[in-house]
């Protein structure tokens, strides 16, 4: 827990417009800090808990996935620019017949501890167990899981005949994309803890024949 708060502070006080705009409002907020310290701890507490380092670098590596699914959900609504009736719609997808702004408030503080937890567990593995697979791989994971999350609130969100026939052809790839994350997330806990991710992120984004690059899709389909 020691060194994940430095993480934080010193992600506040850096450049990095992402990371900097999260640690900055977890710090400014106790009652927000307070709530990261307890979720994170108990993250720490599952990895430390483990009695031998390699049990605690899949323990960690484990954590770290979670901790991209949580995050997911304001990042797509930030990056496709969500915004009015499908914004809402999005929100009782997830949240149900909850009230809106309660539910906007909720994701809001989830991002903002989650990825402050993110960045934290990155640091804890590159430095204190030297672990490759957390920067490269673990990438490579996220951007897979990023192009998933977005195919399914697509297809969630989908109203217009438009819409409809874009996202119709992503519905039975949806499987496909599934089973790939599963597949990525294993060989990422199957890798070596020593080491670079240099060239083990390639094998991840090998294509096997079957895939393709997916491309975007967009309201205006």
């Given amino acids: 827990m020691d060194v994940s708060e430095r993480c934080v502070e010193a992600v506040a006080r850096s450049g990095e417009a992402e990371g900097q705009l999260v640690a900055c409002r977890i710090l400014e907020q106790p009652a927000a800090y307070q709530r990261w310290v307890a979720d994170h701890d108990h993250l720490m507490r599952s990895v430390s808990e483990q009695a031998r380092l390699e049990r605690q670098v ?46 906007v408030l909720a994701e809001h503080g989830n991002y903002l501890r989650s990825t402050s937890s ?23 994971y996220e951007q897979e899981y990023t192009d ?11 109203e217009t005949q438009q ?6 052809p992503f519905i039975a790839l949806q499987p496909f994309l599934k089973h790939r994350l599963s597949e990525v997330r ?9 080491t670079d991710g240099g060239g083990r992120d390639l094998w991840l984004r090998q294509p096997t024949g079957d895939t393709v690059k997916l491309r975007v899709i967009s309201r205006t389909g």
């Fill in 58 to 103: 899949l323990a960690l590596r484990r954590s770290t996935f979670s901790l991209v699914h949580r995050k997911a959900l304001f990042g797509y609504l930030r990056d496709q620019h969500v915004v009015g009736a499908r914004r809402r719609r999005l929100f009782e997808l997830f949240y149900g017949p909850r009230d809106y702004a309660c539910s």
């Fill in 118 to 140: 993110y960045l934290c567990s990155r640091l804890l593995a590159d430095e204190l167990m030297h672990d490759g697979a957390m920067q490269g791989p673990l990438q490579v």
């Fill in 148 to 158: 998933y999350f977005r195919i399914f609130c697509d297809i969630a969100l989908a």
């Fill in 163 to 168: 819409e409809k026939e874009t996202t119709t």
């Fill in 186 to 194: 294993q060989a990422i806990l199957e890798l070596p803890r020593q």
